[in-house]
């Protein structure tokens, strides 16, 4: 028999183990054993060792890369959950991959954020924590209670580390505009934002640069850092304008491919406050100037 002052069970994928052990360590509690394996057919199981029988259940997976290994990994834990019987059913997303697609821009694609967001709602969750969305709509695909927090604190603490000198931030496209205005209000300092255009996805071309960053130091502020052509091709612009040092900063660093190298050739260095566990380095420590 389990009673409502039970305390919550934390459960984790292994997309972050270590994330889950510092949220269970955080909250004074052990995090929940669980089986995770495959079958000899590569399908995914999950066996949840402990009883969770009328408590209430946080599942911690990021979807991040293997992406579809993550996902699914996600959604059978949330089944076994609900089939053992927890009280709610919270997925804890500090990735919410897929969040790209949001709409049709053009014939014939999928909405593969909506997608997600019915998958996790069939298979049982109850509420969805997660992490600067990619677009803030996407709480509207759910029809359950979605918490969407911000890593504008992290980010901004990290920012003030730096010194900069009469800075500018920088939206690296007009989707992140909202983001951008309400780091500079934060900052006190004005705001910029790079015009670009994609020919095809992964691929940016940056047009212009409106707002004033000669004699500055820029910070680009955006939610994801994926292959680092956004932010590589921005940081050339940005000083091509006349900044005197260009900075990046994101909250989810998945680094895709040479993106790494990418920004190590780039004229900025990045940081990020939630790093992907698969890529070492993905967390900047003190940044060098550009």
Known sequence: MTHSSDP????????????????????????????LGHFEDAE????????????????????????????????????????ASARRITAVLPYYGYARQDRKHRPRVPITAKLVANLLTTAGAQRILTIDLH????????????????????????????????PVVV?????????????ANHLGCP??????????????????????????????????IDTAGTVSKAAAAIRKEGAQRVY??????????????????????ASSSSPIPSLPGALAGTPKSA
């Open 248 to 269: 990046a900063c994101a909250t989810h660093a998945i680094f895709s491919g040479d993106a790494l190298a990418k920004l190590d050739a780039a004229p900025s260095t």
């Open 171 to 183: 939206a690296p496209d007009v989707g992140s505009v909202k983001r951008g205005r309400a780091f």
């Open 135 to 166: 677009a803030g709509q996407i709480q509207g695909f759910f029809d359950i209670p979605v918490d969407h927090l911000y890593g504008s604190k992290v980010l901004l603490h990290a920012v003030q580390q730096w010194h900069l000198r009469d």
């Open 44 to 83: 995914t199981f999950v066996q949840i060792d402990e009883n969770i029988r009328g408590r209430d259940v946080f599942i911690v997976q990021s979807t991040c890369a293997p992406v579809n290994e993550h996902l699914m990994e996600l959604l059978i834990m949330i089944d076994a959950a609900k089939r």
């Open 8 to 35: 919550p069970v934390v459960l984790g994928g292994q997309s972050n183990p270590e994330l889950t052990r510092e949220i269970a360590d955080a909250l004074g509690i052990p995090v929940c054993h669980c089986e």
């Open 191 to 224: 705001l910029a934002i790079v015009d670009k255009r994609r020919p095809r996805a992964n691929q940016a071309e940056v047009m212009h640069i409106i707002g004033e960053v000669d004699g500055h130091d820029a910070v680009l502020v955006d939610d994801m």
